[in-house]
Antibody
Framework: EVQLVESGGGLVQPGGSLRLSCAAS????????MTWVRQAPGKGLQWVAS????????FHVDSVKGRFSISRDNAKKSLYLQMNSLRVEDTAVYYC????????????WGQGTMVTVFS | EIVMTQSPATLSVSPGERATLSCRAS??????LAWYQQKPGQAPRLLIY???TGATGIPPRFSGSGSGTEFTLTISSLQSEDFALYYC?????????FGGGTKVEIK
């Protein structure tokens, strides 16, 4: 079964750090661009970051540049999001998602992990 | 950044009726548009990609159309499990952006 499972969310104070992980199974992880998308409580979806298949290129939304960093380990079939200098407005469910091989629609999603930044 | 605008915000439909959801892009995005369904407490699910191609396992009652800046998701005959939130997503330009969503509720 094709699956993505996130972990690493939790409660953190402003200025703190968290590292999210996403474990992939059921497909050849290294063949796909991977992405993090977040959803604040009661709000819509926001793209956060993407990383190319070999990790050579990374892209981040402006609001997290310099604070968050996406990475991957193809040998471990895992995607990561290192989040530093967290802000209250980063509170959200964070989903990892797989980009379709032929275009950039997100065809597989994890169940999400909640990050709460509280003061 | 391309802004995606969905309308209406809420759509009240009776089971068995047709639902038509709209999505407008602030700039030309060709056919690089996807539609997702999200139910409470669940992750989004891909319904349509490339504006009009159904994703694997999606019932044929879901169809997409449009290109350029105007797009439509049609649910031909609403089933109980279709009452949910729907989002459009453009992936023609970086950064990828989503619409604000349309909630389809039972009338």
């Amino acid at each position: 079964e094709v699956q993505l499972v996130e972990s690493g969310g939790g409660l953190v104070q402003p200025g703190g750090s968290l590292r999210l992980s996403c474990a992939a199974s059921g497909f050849t992880f290294s063949n796909f661009l991977m992405t993090w998308v977040r959803q604040a409580p009661g709000k819509g979806l926001q793209w956060v970051a993407s990383i190319k298949r070999d990790g050579s290129e990374k892209f981040h939304v402006d609001s997290v540049k310099g604070r968050f960093s996406i990475s991957r380990d193809n040998a471990k079939k895992s995607l990561y999001l290192q989040m530093n200098s967290l802000r209250v407005e980063d509170t959200a469910v964070y989903y990892c998602a797989r980009d379709r091989a032929q275009d950039d629609a997100f065809d597989i999603w994890g169940q999400g992990t909640m990050v709460t930044v509280f003061s | 950044e391309i802004v995606m605008t969905q309308s209406p915000a809420t759509l009240s439909v009776s089971p068995g009726e047709r639902a038509t959801l709209s999505c407008r892009a602030s700039h030309y995005i060709s056919s690089n548009l996807a539609w997702y369904q999200q139910k409470p407490g669940q992750a989004p699910r891909l319904l349509i990609y490339r504006a009009s191609t159904g994703a694997t396992g999606i019932p044929p009652r879901f169809s997409g159309s449009g290109s350029g800046t105007e797009f439509t998701l049609t649910i031909s005959s609403l089933q109980s499990e279709d009452f949910a939130l729907y989002y459009c997503h453009q992936y023609n330009n970086w950064p990828p952006t989503f619409g604000g969503g349309t909630k389809v509720e039972i009338k």
